[in-house]
Nanobody
Framework: QVQLVESGGGLVQAGGALRLSCAASGRTFSTYAMGWFLQAPGKQRAFVGA????????YYVDAVRGRFTISRDSAKKMVYLQMNSLKPEDTAVYYC???????????????WGQGTQVTVSS
């Protein structure tokens, strides 16, 4: 059974940093893409960025490029989202998702976790 479990969310002041973690289990992810999405209250789940497990190539939306970094640890089956220079508009529930190809739409991924709340105060 595939499981993705996010952790690391919390409350941080604007300008601060958080590192989200995603623990993946239940299958081999070596050919998969791992995406990070956010969902603010009343809004649709939005793409933040993704990493291809095989070659660690990454892709980010413009709003986070230069502030957020996605990485993975194959041995631990972990994916990370390092978030720096956080802004109040980054406040959302963050989800880790896994799918056979890198995509910008959350429902094009096969698996996702329960999410972790990130709150950035001004």
């Amino acid at each position: 059974q595939v499981q993705l479990v996010e952790s690391g969310g919390g409350l941080v002041q604007a300008g601060g940093a958080l590192r989200l973690s995603c623990a993946a289990s239940g299958r081999t992810f070596s050919t998969y893409a791992m995406g990070w999405f956010l969902q603010a209250p009343g809004k649709q789940r939005a793409f933040v960025g993704a990493i291809r497990w095989s070659d660690t190539s990454t892709y980010y939306v413009d709003a986070v490029r230069g502030r957020f970094t996605i990485s993975r640890d194959s041995a631990k089956k972990m994916v990370y989202l390092q978030m720096n220079s956080l802004k109040p508009e980054d406040t959302a529930v963050y989800y880790c998702e896994a799918g056979p190809r890198l995509a910008r739409l959350w429902d094009e991924y096969d698996y996702w976790g329960q999410g972790t709340q990130v709150t950035v105060s001004s």
